[in-house]
């Protein structure tokens, strides 16, 4: 009797000890789960992690490239630069950890450097971190390569420092600077493994407004495109004042939140398709409307080509002979093109030497001459018709000197209105013959109106 009562204390004390173990691990899980989000049940929390391969895609962010990361429909990515600032940084924690959320940060070198225990504690709370440059310059674009290197591992080794040297925990992330991208810092960074992020929606908390503004500009960016990387920065107090209201409407409707960490030799990245990495990706009954992109060939050797000969430019191609004769084709007959024929030009023809009379003056035509000649000889010594009347304009010319320069000579007078020109002889009698004085004006107006017989 009593042996049987203890073989039944002892198998109710089996199962008692049976069922607090089995609900011990079933409670486990939970009691974590409020203990990570502290006593929030209605967290936003974080849905999923995709890992990825740096050099598979180099470049992320619809901002400034065509691909952007694998995201699902209302899937959002949370990324922070410029920290880590002990004031506003440590309220952005705290906002993500009441929501069990983990985002990724680009942190600066220098700040790396004077609060290295902010860069811990964003490794301690599981978040991803990349860096930013060293000193935050705007001028990456336009930098040379030399100080591109610099400012990108300066910033690298001085958030090393900060991990104590620990690589595995700094992610070859990097964000360009006020998104100043240029060919020369996205070419070193590829060459060193590591990805440039840029964003698909910025919340413009940088500038000089409001967190309401804040708020809802990375609200209705989100909502255009219903998924994508936000950029924020946890250095702004504007940042940390709109980020609970922006966790609690992203969670009111419906997005989730994504973790990106980078690829390791023991953790292969997330398998995908190539059309995952688009923000709108083209549907299979869209044709494609752009050509394939031509590569950019590496030539191994480069040699300078002889210069042409007169021989290669000869029309029988020497592969074209070769083929023929090997086909058994016939070889190409030359056509004889007809040569132009040089045009026998006629003799000019000559005019005949002119004969010695053609020059000759008939004789008639010197007796006319001559006749002409005597005619003139003649009037020139007979006498003058209108000598009274001359007589008279000169006496008159005479007592009027200013007007005599203005008077028409009674020869010039006469010849205007169709009278002959005669001259005067010299007075055979011992009579005095009064001559009026001419003006030089007057000599020079007469002289010119003089026209020879």
């Keep these: 009797m009593i042996a049987n009562v203890l073989v039944m ?9 049976g069922a ?50 694998p995201l699902a429909d209302h899937e959002v990515v949370l990324t922070f630069d410029d920290g880590p600032l002990p004031k506003y940084s440590n309220q952005v924690l705290a906002i993500l950890a009441s929501q069990c959320v983990k985002a990724t940060f680009f942190t600066i070198g220098s700040q790396a450097r004077f609060n290295p225990e902010g860069v811990r504690k964003l490794i301690a709370a599981g ?20 100080k591109v290197r610099q400012e990108v591992d300066d910033g690298i080794a001085s958030t090393l420092a900060a991990l ?6 700094l992610a070859p992330f990097f964000r360009i600077p006020g998104l100043m991208r240029a060919e020369i810092p996205e070419a070193y960074l590829a060459s060193q ?12 908390d940088w500038r000089h407004i409001s967190p309401q503004r804040v708020y809802d500009l990375a609200i209705q960016r989100i909502e255009a495109k219903h998924k994508g990387i936000l950029l924020l920065h946890d250095i702004q107090p504007r940042t940390a004042a709109a980020l609970p209201r922006i966790l609690n409407t992203l969670r009111e409707r419906g997005y989730r ?67 023929a004769q090997r086909a058994r084709i016939g070889l190409p007959v030359r056509t004889a093109w ?34 002409a000649n005597r005619h003139l000889a003649q009037r020139a010594a007979g006498p003058i018709a209108g000598a009274p009347r001359a007589q008279a304009i000169s006496a008159r010319q005479a007592r009027h000197p200013k007007q005599a320069a203005h008077q028409i000579p009674a020869a010039a007078h006469g010849r205007g209105h169709g009278a002959p020109l005669h001259v005067a002889p010299p007075a055979a009698s011992n009579a005095a013959v009064h001559v009026a004085k001419r003006t030089p004006r007057a000599e020079a107006s007469a002289a010119g109106k003089r026209v020879p017989d």
């Design 9 to 17: 204390i002892r198998k109710r004390s089996r199962t008692v000890i």
């Design 20 to 69: 607090a173990l089995l609900g011990c691990c079933f409670m486990a899980p939970q009691a974590a789960l409020a203990a990570d989000c502290q006593g929030n049940p209605n967290a936003l929390g974080t849905s999923r992690t995709i890992v990825v391969d740096p050099r598979e895609h180099p470049r992320i962010g619809t901002m400034q490239y065509p691909e952007t990361l």
């Design 127 to 146: 978040h991803t971190v990349g860096t930013h440059s060293q000193n935050h310059p705007l001028t990456m674009n336009k930098m040379p390569l030399e």
């Design 164 to 169: 104590n040297g620990d690589k595995s925990k």
């Design 193 to 204: 493994g590591i990805q440039v992020w840029s964003a698909d929606f910025p919340a413009d």
């Design 257 to 323: 939140v994504v973790h990106v960490v980078p690829a390791t030799t023991d953790r292969p990245a997330t398998p995908t398709q190539p059309q995952q990495w688009f923000m709108h990706p083209p549907t299979e009954t869209v044709a494609t409307t752009r050509w394939p992109r031509i590569p950019n060939f590496v030539f191994t050797a480069t040699r300078t080509l002889p210069a042409p000969v007169f021989a290669d430019l000869d029309w029988r191609d020497a592969d074209v002979l070769d083929h």
């Design 338 to 371: 007809p040569q132009p024929q040089v045009a026998q030009l006629a003799p000019a023809s000559t005019l005949p030497i002119p004969a010695a009379d053609v020059f000759r003056v008939p004789e008639a035509l010197d007796l006319t001459l001559l006749a």
